[in-house]
């Protein structure tokens, strides 16, 4: 995953919660976004996205919707890969040259 890419699926994961915080509301509504919601994210993330399967346990889907799980998943993935911050992501710059050859 190159820098660019880490940045339009972190828009995604964005998107989402967006979604979860206005539509998610909804009773039914808002568990079908959050299983989708959690496909998605596991296909974009790997198994950490499968955090966002803990909305689920929300009945009401009032107090899950102020929390952006998406989010949350794609900045710690960010940080994890050092896709965040320039300074001491040797790994990550390695990484973005061996992709771009």
């Known amino acids: ?3 660019r890419g880490y940045f339009l699926r972190l828009a995604l994961s964005i998107v989402i919660d967006l979604f979860d915080f206005t539509l998610g509301r909804l009773p039914i509504f808002g568990a079908v ?3 989708v919601g959690t ?8 198994p950490a996205g499968l955090v966002n399967i803990l909305e689920l346990f929300d009945f009401t889907e ?7 799980t998406a ?3 794609a ?6 890969e050092g896709f965040l911050f320039r300074k001491g992501s040797a790994n990550a710059e390695s990484r973005d040259l061996r992709q771009s050859e």
Do not use: I, K, N, Y
């Open 71 to 73: 989010t949350l998943v």
């Open 33 to 35: 976004t959050e299983g």
């Open 62 to 68: 009032q107090v899950d919707a102020f929390v952006p």
């Open 39 to 46: 496909v998605v994210l596991t296909a974009l993330w790997g």
């Open 75 to 80: 900045l710690f993935v960010g940080w994890r």
């Open 1 to 3: 995953m190159t820098r």
